[in-house]
T-cell receptor
Framework: NAGVTQTPKFQVLKTGQSMTLQCAQD?????MSWYRQDPGMGLRLIHY???????DQGEVPNGYNVSRSTTEDFPLRLLSAAPSQTSVYFC????????????????FGEGSRLTVL | GEDVEQSLFLSVREGDSSVINCTYT??????LYWYKQEPGAGLQLLTY?????DMKQDQRLTVLLNKKDKHLSLRIADTQTGDSAIYFC????????????FGTGTRLKVLA
């Protein structure tokens, strides 16, 4: 199993450009999510999904779009990049089934470092 | 509102014990977690504790939970240089809640 795979690992954009961060998992996890990590602010949830066709907003959704057409993939789209979106982005997934025996552990990708000039 | 707070830095000498503290606000949290992030990598679960427990021990790791004060701590015994990393405290709310709240992370530096 590869786990959670994110691409690209590094990206530099100019203000106003668009791009998509890719996330794929091979663990058949129902739940997938995107976080951004900024110094002194920890991880903040951008968007999440509990299954194909279902997405919802997190704490900081503005400027980002997501879709979930398959169980495996959960891309994050920046429609018009801004310098405030310079950050490290993490995709995370988890299994939802299992009841009380499910500890809710999140599995993270290695991150995508985005710089917007 | 929901918030999880941690101190930003901790420095210890190799062989000493490290104690990383966290305070949280959601008393309905079912699980509380400690994640470890090594340089240039994603977060990995280090350990967790269920909300009806006071303590959990796992080899060199001891987690203490004080629900009255909403305080969580992680003690690493015999700290090694390989323990140098950022440690995140996180809480997960009641069943059916899909959001996790992460702390700011504590950067642990272990001096040889």
């Amino acid at each position: 199993n590869a786990g959670v795979t994110q691409t690209p690992k590094f990206q530099v954009l100019k203000t106003g450009q668009s791009m998509t961060l890719q996330c794929a998992q091979d663990m058949n996890h129902e739940y997938m999510s995107w976080y951004r990590q900024d110094p002194g602010m920890g991880l903040r949830l951008i968007h999440y999904s509990v299954g194909a066709g279902i997405t919802d907003q997190g704490e900081v959704p503005n400027g980002y779009n997501v879709s979930r057409s398959t169980t495996e993939d959960f891309p994050l789209r920046l429609l018009s990049a801004a310098p405030s979106q310079t950050s490290v982005y993490f995709c995370a997934s988890r299994r939802l089934a299992g009841g009380l025996s499910n500890t809710g552990e999140l599995f993270f990708g290695e991150g995508s470092r985005l710089t917007v000039l | 509102g929901e918030d999880v707070e941690q101190s930003l830095f901790l420095s210890v000498r190799e062989g000493d014990s490290s104690v990383i503290n966290c305070t949280y606000t959601d008393s309905s949290s079912t699980y509380l977690y400690w994640y470890k992030q090594e340089p240039g990598a994603g977060l990995q679960l280090l350990t967790y504790i269920f909300s009806n427990m006071d303590m959990k021990q796992d080899q060199r790791l001891t987690v203490l939970l004080n629900k009255k004060d909403k305080h969580l701590s992680l003690r690493i015994a015999d700290t090694q240089t390989g323990d140098s990393a950022i440690y995140f405290c996180a809480e997960k709310g009641r069943p059916g809640t899909y959001k996790y709240i992460f702390g700011t992370g504590t950067r642990l530096k272990v001096l040889a």
